[in-house]
């Protein structure tokens, strides 16, 4: 399995940016899909999920009403970022999620992509 994610840049609070994440290998029906993010000094943190039908989805409490995850059902998963604040500045990564523990955790990652929000 690869993940390779794109869409990441430089943008002023309030603005938008769509991340994409292309997919490759056994991940289709066998992983649900998910973005994180890392800002400096903080522990990686779950943003969103979905299963590659689209469902399945939940955000984190700062990403609701703002973000929206999606998939063209096949190979590539998208995080639309609207409304962006300083906040959301940080390295976003995809991951191929697998249920382990009785949760879903990461099994996959792809390389990050920065975003940055200016005040």
């Not at 590659?52 to 639309?80: C, E, H, M």
């Amino acid at each position: 399995v690869q993940l390779q994610a794109s869409g990441g840049g430089l943008v002023q609070a309030g603005g938008s940016l769509r991340l994409s994440c292309a997919a490759s290998g056994r991940t289709y029906g066998f992983y649900l899909m998910g973005w994180f993010r890392q800002a400096p000094g903080k522990e990686r943190e779950l943003v969103a999920r979905v299963d590659w039908s689209g469902g399945s989805v939940a955000y984190s409490n700062p990403a609701k009403g703002r973000f929206t995850i999606s998939t063209d059902n096949a190979s590539k998963v998208y995080l639309q970022m609207n409304s962006l604040k300083p906040d959301d500045t940080a390295v976003y990564f995809c991951a191929a999620l697998r249920f382990l523990g009785g949760d879903w955790s990461p099994a996959y990652w792809g390389q990050g992509t920065q975003v940055t929000v200016s005040s």
